[in-house]
């Protein structure tokens, strides 16, 4: 920065710039002449940083941490890439293993990836059994003949509320945005669903299933038609 723009990271350039504004406001001078002053200079220095860029690399001290890599022994550095700092093995290029650093520089530990359990469920689809799997958003239930077949399914966790449609047990699911949402058992058979949780109470109104606000301090009636509500 000195080298390529010795002018605009000098004091005297933040003063100047201070008097110049100054003089834009009490109407001495128009912001535009100010401008078209500051963009002619700057832009011969522009030139000149782009044709000196690529004779010179900068280079990053490497900082080694107390970190022992937990593949091979040696000792950690912080490197830097586009999403901010992280710990590469000093063993580099004969070890590629990384960690990754929180916010506040600690490392953040490695979630071990859960093995499948086997269940006697049977994939509707293809006949094949189906395992319970863990992912970002939970447990699901995937068919073992997968990438042929990418049958999956939740695994039901129950409410204790009775669907107002066919009387099955009403779900929590989680959507693959990781929203929550309720919907029937009998799905895609049986279509209710709705995003606020569902309560074993009808509406005296319309005679529709009532379900509990966002904060969970009132109930309203799941009937956009029904103007019923209940704290």
């Known amino acids: 920065m000195k080298e390529n723009f010795p002018e605009y990271v000098d004091y005297k350039f933040t003063a100047d710039a201070e008097t110049k ?16 002053s500051f963009y002619d200079n ?32 040696r000792k950690m550095v912080i490197k830097y890439g ?15 293993n990384t960690m990754q650093l929180d916010k506040n520089g600690n490392v953040i530990k490695k979630v071990e990836k859960a093995e499948p359990v086997q269940t006697d469920m049977i994939c509707e689809k293809c006949g094949k059994p189906m395992v319970l799997r863990t992912g970002k958003y939970g447990s699901f239930y995937a068919c ?36 929550i949402f309720f919907r029937c058992e009998g799905y895609p058979k049986c279509t209710f669903a709705t995003w606020n949780k569902p309560v074993n109470e009808k509406c005296p109104k319309c005679g529709s299933i009532l379900v509990e606000s966002k904060k969970g301090d009132s109930l309203y009636c799941s009937n956009q038609d029904c103007d019923y509500k209940k704290k």
């Open 82 to 96: 586009p999403y901010g700092k992280f710990l590469a093995c000093s063993g580099y290029p004969d070890c590629k």
């Open 144 to 179: 073992t003949d997968y990438p042929k077949c990418k049958t999956t399914k939740p695994v039901p966790d129950p409410i204790g509320v009775p669907c107002p449609k066919c009387g099955r047990d009403i779900l929590k699911v989680k959507s693959k945005s990781g929203r």
């Open 21 to 36: 504004l100054d003089s834009i406001a009490q109407g001495e001078h128009s912001y535009s002449e100010v401008l078209s």
């Open 42 to 73: 700057f832009t011969k220095c522009l030139e000149k940083a782009d044709k000196n860029a690529p004779s010179k690399k900068i280079k990053i001290p490497v900082e080694e941490t107390d970190y022992i890599c937990d593949q091979c022994g």
